[in-house]
C-alpha cells in the first residue's frame, strides 16, 4: 500500500529565513506528487504538483518542490518565508493503477514568527 | 467553474438531530471524497464514491454516519443521530478521472453538536 510521510509535525521559522517541509513516498509505481495548503479556517489549496518532465516545481508564490525518484522525496522549499505564509502544508501522492484516490501525509504546520 | 461547493458553511445543532452536509462536485469529476478534520485526529478520509459508486466507506466511524451520491452532480453525509464528538469540519472533495489534477476540495462545513 501506498504510503507518504512527512516527518516534521511542526515547523517554527522567523520571518525571511528559509525553510524546508519534507516529504518520502513509498511507491513502486510511478506516481503524480502534491502539495497542498490549508491557511486558517480555510480549505485545502493545491499549491504545486509534479507529474512527469522536469523534477524542479514551482507555485506562484515562491515555493518550489523537487522530485528525488532515488530517495523517494517530494521536498517543499522556500528561501525566503513571509508571516502570510503560516499555515499546514500536506503532501500527498496518486499512483493511478486503479486507486481513485490520493495518499496524503498527516500534514506540517508551518509557523513564521516576527 | 465555481469549483467544489459544500452547503451549509457552518451547523449548529443539538446532540441527537440529524444533520445533512451537502456537495456539489466539479462537473466532470468522477471521483468524489468526504473527509473530516479535527485538532485530534487531523484529516481523515470518511468515504469516497467513483462514477457515483460508493468505493470504500471503511473510514466512517460508525453506522450513525451514512453518504449517498445519488447523481454526478450531488452528495450527501447524513450523520443520524449526532453527537458532540461529531464535531469537526467536513470536507468534500472531487477529482477527474486521469487524477493529474489532484483533488479539488470544497471550503468545507463547520459542524458544531451541543
Known amino acids: 500500500a501506498q504510503s507518504v510521510t512527512q516527518l516534521d509535525s511542526q515547523v517554527p521559522v522567523f520571518e525571511e529565513a528559509p525553510v524546508e517541509l519534507r516529504c518520502n513516498y513509498s511507491?513502486?509505481?510511478?506516481?503524480?506528487l502534491f502539495w497542498y495548503v490549508q491557511y486558517p479556517n480555510q480549505g485545502l489549496q493545491l499549491l504545486l504538483k509534479?507529474?512527469?518532465?522536469?523534477?524542479l516545481v514551482e507555485s506562484i508564490n515562491g515555493f518550489e518542490a523537487e522530485f528525488n525518484k532515488s530517495q523517494t522525496s517530494f521536498h517543499l522549499r522556500k528561501p525566503s518565508v513571509h508571516i502570510s505564509d503560516t499555515a499546514e502544508y500536506f503532501c500527498?501522492?496518486?499512483?493511478?493503477?486503479?486507486?481513485?484516490?490520493?495518499?496524503f501525509g498527516k500534514g506540517t504546520k508551518l509557523s513564521v514568527i516576527p | 467553474d465555481a469549483g467544489v461547493i459544500q452547503s451549509p458553511r457552518h451547523e449548529v445543532t443539538e446532540m441527537g438531530q440529524e444533520v445533512t452536509l451537502r456537495c456539489k462536485p466539479i462537473?466532470?469529476?468522477?471521483?468524489l471524497f468526504w473527509y473530516r478534520q479535527t485538532m485530534m485526529r487531523g484529516l481523515e478520509l470518511l468515504i469516497y464514491?467513483?462514477?457515483?459508486?460508493?468505493?470504500?466507506d471503511s473510514g466512517m466511524p460508525e453506522d450513525r454516519f451514512s453518504a449517498k451520491m445519488p447523481n454526478a452532480s450531488f452528495s450527501t453525509l447524513k450523520i443520524q443521530p449526532s453527537e458532540p464528538r461529531d464535531s469537526a469540519v467536513y470536507f468534500c472533495?472531487?477529482?477527474?478521472?486521469?487524477?493529474?489534477?489532484?483533488?479539488?476540495f470544497g471550503s468545507g462545513t463547520r459542524l458544531t453538536v451541543v
Open positions: 500527498a501522492a496518486y499512483s493511478g493503477a486503479g486507486s481513485y484516490q490520493l495518499t
Open positions: 511507491s513502486s509505481v510511478s506516481v503524480y
Open positions: 509534479y507529474l512527469s518532465g522536469s523534477t
Open positions: 462537473s466532470g469529476h468522477n471521483s
Open positions: 464514491f467513483n462514477n457515483n459508486v460508493p468505493i470504500d
Open positions: 472533495a472531487s477529482m477527474g478521472q486521469t487524477g493529474q489534477q489532484g483533488y479539488t
